[in-house]
């Protein structure tokens, strides 16, 4: 069965402390995986897609890689402002084509 | 540029009352979709349309219907509101399916 599944589901950062989010993946065809911030309140909004194993995307303090069975959002040296529900999302181009969430990831970061 | 917009933001109803949530998109996107978001359950895909005049289930689509006349707006009715459907509504649109969605602010909707 098609799966993503998000690891910690909460995790609490000093300011500066850096961390890893992990989304590992179960799918038929991978055709796409893609990381999304979601803010209290607020939609989804749009960080990376990721293709295949060993692309790496970089957006200020964060820094998203794939594996063939996971894919790792690093945060470095994070801020409040980070603070914020990490989804991942993997696009199965398999027989179902369609997109497949995981859980998320709260990340609360104390000044 | 609005991207994705969705009205109402709130919403509250009665258990056997009906209503349509509109989402409208000025992106000149193919795809539109709506999914539901619930604690513990994540987002789910109600409906979704690969174009203007169709419609497609997705996971949960029990109790709700859609239409897509205008290739800007996707409309998600429900035609007698369930305690059950009590929820936060996203929209989101694509250009190819596959490639990344954007997303509407949402709507909160609470069925009594």
């Known amino acids: 069965e098609d799966q993503v599944t998000q690891s910690p589901e909460a995790l609490r950062l000093q300011e500066g402390e850096s961390s890893s989010l992990n989304c590992s993946y179960t799918v038929s065809g991978l055709r796409g995986l893609f990381w999304y911030r979601q803010d209290p309140g607020k939609g989804p909004e749009f960080l990376f897609t990721l293709y295949s194993a060993g692309e790496e995307k970089e957006k200020e303090r964060l820094k998203a890689t794939l594996t063939k069975k996971e894919s790792f959002l690093h945060i470095t040296a994070p801020k409040p402002e980070d603070s914020a529900t990490y989804l991942c999302?993997?696009?199965?181009?398999?027989?179902?084509?369609?997109?497949?969430w995981g859980l998320g990831t709260s990340l609360a970061v104390n000044p | 540029n609005a991207g994705v917009t969705q009205t109402p933001k709130f919403r509250v109803l009665k258990t056997g009352q009906s209503m349509t949530l509109l989402c409208a998109q000025d992106m000149n996107h193919e795809y539109m979709y709506w999914y539901r978001q619930d604690p513990g359950m994540g987002l789910r895909l109600i409906h979704y349309?690969?174009?203007?005049?169709?419609?497609a289930k997705g996971e949960v689509p029990d109790g709700y219907n859609v239409s897509r006349l205008k290739k800007q707006n996707f409309l998600l009715g429900l035609e007698s509101a369930a305690p059950s459907q009590t929820s936060v509504y996203f929209c989101?649109?694509?250009?190819?399916?596959?490639?990344?969605?954007?997303f509407g602010p949402g709507t909160r909707l609470t069925v009594l």
């Open positions: 349309s690969v174009g203007e005049g169709t419609t």
């Open positions: 999302a993997v696009y199965n181009a398999g027989n179902n084509r369609k997109l497949i």
């Open positions: 989101a649109s694509s250009q190819p399916q596959g490639s990344r969605q954007f």
